[in-house]
C-alpha cells in the first residue's frame, strides 16, 4: 500500500464509472482513505484516493482492485477541506515527486507526525514519554541532491527529464520543479532540450543532480560512449547555465569531469565552523536549513558532557560527527561506516577541519562485528542515522549497558518503530521523546528522531 501502481491488467473489469466517497484519512503514502459505501458491491472495503484530503466529500473513478483494499482518482472535490490549498506546482497530480502539495504546508507536518506515532505504536508497541516539535526547513527550493529519469517518447517527438509519474511506467513531462534547488527546477524544460539534441540521447537513461554551496554538478549516466559533438554540447550548457558537467559511463567509481578537475563541491555548517567536501554521488541530506536544524536538534538531545565518548554509526561523510567533535571538546568520538569511500572522505573532511579528536572506521554495519577494536573501547552515548532498512543488526551487537542515551534519526518510521520495540520491549530502555522533521515538504517521507534513556534512568 505504499506507492501507485502501474493500471491494473484487470482494469478493463473494474467499474470505472464516477462514485461518490467520504474521506476518513490520510494514508502514510499521501492519498485520501475512505470506504465504500453501503450499497456499493464491496461495501466497508478500504480505497485509497489519489488526490484526495480527510474530511472531503470527492467523486473518484476506480483505478486497481487487490484482495484488501481499492486504490481511485479524485474526479471532482464536492466538498473541500479546510485544509486543501492550491498547488504550486502545475505538474501536481501528475509527477510522484511530490504528493501534499495540496495540503497546507502545517496540516503536512501534522500528517507525518500521526504517521509516526502510528508506527511507534502498531509495529514497536512504543509510545514516547513526550512529543518534539517538529522541526521545519525551507519548503520550496530545498532539493539539492536528486535523479532526475530520461526517456525519449518518440510519440511525443521528444525526450523526457523528470522525476516518475504517479504512474512509474512513466517521466513525468516536466518544465518546472518548485522543491528542487532553483538552478536547475525552474531549468528542466532546457535540459531536457538539451538532451534530446544528443545524438546519444536514447543512451542517457539517468540525470543525477547535486548542489554544494558554491557549485552545482549534473551527472550524466550514459550506457555507450558519447560523442565529441554531444561532449561539446554539454560542455557548451554547462557553461551557459552555470552547472559542472560529469559522466557516468558506469558504476559509481566510472564518474568524471567531462573536462579539467573535478568539481569542489562543499557545503558548511557555519554554527560548527565546519566545512564539509563530498564528491557528486555522495549521500548529503537534501534538505541543507532542515540539516543543520536536525544536526542542532540531535545535539541538543545526545547532551554530550566534557570528556564523553560518543559513537555514531553510519556517520556518512561527517555530517553529524564532526558536530560532536566541536562540542565534545576533550571527549572522543568514533564514526562508523559501511561505505569506504565515504569513510575516506570523512576523515579527510576531519582534517580539512582541524579535528584531531574523531576517528573513523569502515564496517558493515548489518553484519558480525565481533572482530572490531572500536567496538571495544566503551562509549557514554550513541548516536544513528541509518538508511530505510534501520539498525537492528548493530542495535543487537552494541554493549548497550555501558551507555547514558541514545539519539536515533531515521528516514523510515516503520524501521525506527522496529528497532525502538527491541530497544523497549527487549533490553529495557525508555522512549523519551521523539518527532518529526521535514526533510522533504510536500512529499509523504518522513523523517524523524528518537531519543532513548537507559533502564536505570526512569
Not at 570523512?346 to 579535528?355: K, L, Q
Amino acid at each position: 500500500m505504499t506507492g501507485h501502481p502501474a493500471v491494473s491488467r484487470h482494469v478493463a473489469r473494474l467499474d470505472q464509472s464516477p462514485k461518490t466517497l467520504q474521506i476518513t484519512d490520510l494514508s502514510h503514502d499521501g492519498r485520501g482513505v475512505a470506504h465504500w459505501p453501503e450499497g456499493h458491491a464491496q461495501a466497508g472495503k478500504a480505497v485509497f484516493v489519489t488526490g484526495a484530503l480527510p474530511g472531503e466529500t470527492v467523486s473518484v473513478q476506480q483505478t486497481a482492485r487487490s484482495k484488501h483494499f481499492d486504490e481511485a482518482r479524485t474526479l471532482d472535490v464536492l466538498t473541500a477541506s479546510p485544509d486543501r490549498v492550491q498547488p504550486r506546482c502545475p505538474h501536481f497530480g501528475v509527477c510522484a515527486g511530490c504528493v501534499l502539495q495540496h495540503l497546507a504546508e502545517g496540516r503536512q507536518i501534522d500528517a507525518k507526525q500521526r504517521v509516526l506515532l502510528d508506527n511507534l505504536q502498531r509495529i514497536g508497541h512504543v509510545t514516547p514519554a513526550s512529543v518534539l516539535p517538529p522541526l521545519r526547513g525551507d519548503s520550496w527550493g530545498y532539493r539539492r541532491k536528486g535523479r532526475l529519469s530520461v526517456r525519449r517518447v518518440e510519440k511525443k517527438d521528444k525526450t523526457l527529464v523528470g522525476f516518475r509519474e504517479l504512474d512509474p511506467r512513466f517521466v513525468a513531462d516536466l518544465r518546472e520543479c518548485h522543491t528542487v534547488v532553483p538552478q536547475l527546477g525552474f531549468k528542466l524544460d532546457v535540459l531536457g532540450a538539451l538532451v534530446d539534441g544528443l545524438d546519444g540521447r536514447r543512451d542517457i537513461p539517468q540525470i543525477e543532480f547535486i548542489a554544494g554551496d558554491a557549485a552545482t554538478v549534473l551527472v550524466f549516466r550514459h550506457l555507450q560512449p558519447l560523442s565529441e559533438v554531444d561532449k561539446s554540447k554539454l560542455a557548451a550548457f554547462g557553461s551557459e547555465h552555470g552547472f559542472a558537467i560529469s559522466l557516468q559511463p558506469g558504476g559509481i567509481d566510472s564518474v568524471h569531469p567531462l573536462s579539467g578537475e573535478p568539481p569542489a563541491l562543499a557545503f558548511g555548517l557555519p554554527q560548527w565552523d565546519i566545512e564539509l567536501n563530498f564528491r557528486p554521488l555522495d549521500f548529503i541530506q537534501v534538505n541543507a536549513k532542515l540539516n543543520e536544524a536536525m544536526i542542532s536538534r540531535a545535539l541538543e538531545l545526545l547532551d554530550v558532557q566534557p570528556g564523553e565518548r560518543v559513537l555514531d554509526l553510519f556517520c556518512g561523510l561527517g555530517n553529524f560527527t564532526l558536530p560532536l567533535a566541536r562540542v565534545a571538546g576533550e571527549g572522543a568520538v568514533v564514526g562508523v561506516e559501511g561505505d569506504a569511500g565515504l569513510v575516506a572522505r570523512a576523515r579527510a573532511n576531519a582534517e580539512h577541519n582541524g579535528m584531531t579528536n574523531v576517528q573513523f572506521h569502515a564496517a558493515d554495519l548489518a553484519q558480525d562485528l565481533a572482530g572490531q577494536a572500536w567496538l571495544k573501547q566503551g562509549f557514554d552515548k550513541l548516536l544513528l542515522d541509518p538508511a530505510r532498512a534501520g539498525a537492528i543488526e548493530v542495535l543487537k551487537q552494541l554493549p548497550l549497558k555501558g551507555l547514558k542515551r541514545i539519539v536515533y534519526v531515521s528516514c523510515h518510521p516503520g524501521s525506527l518503530a522496529r528497532d525502538a520495540g527491541y530497544l523497549v520491549n527487549e533490553a529495557g530502555w525508555h522512549l523519551r521523546e521523539a518527532g518529526v522533521m521535514d526533510m522533504f515538504p510536500h512529499t509523504a517521507h518522513v523523517e524523524s528522531i528518537a531519543v532513548f534513556d537507559p533502564p536505570a534512568r526512569r
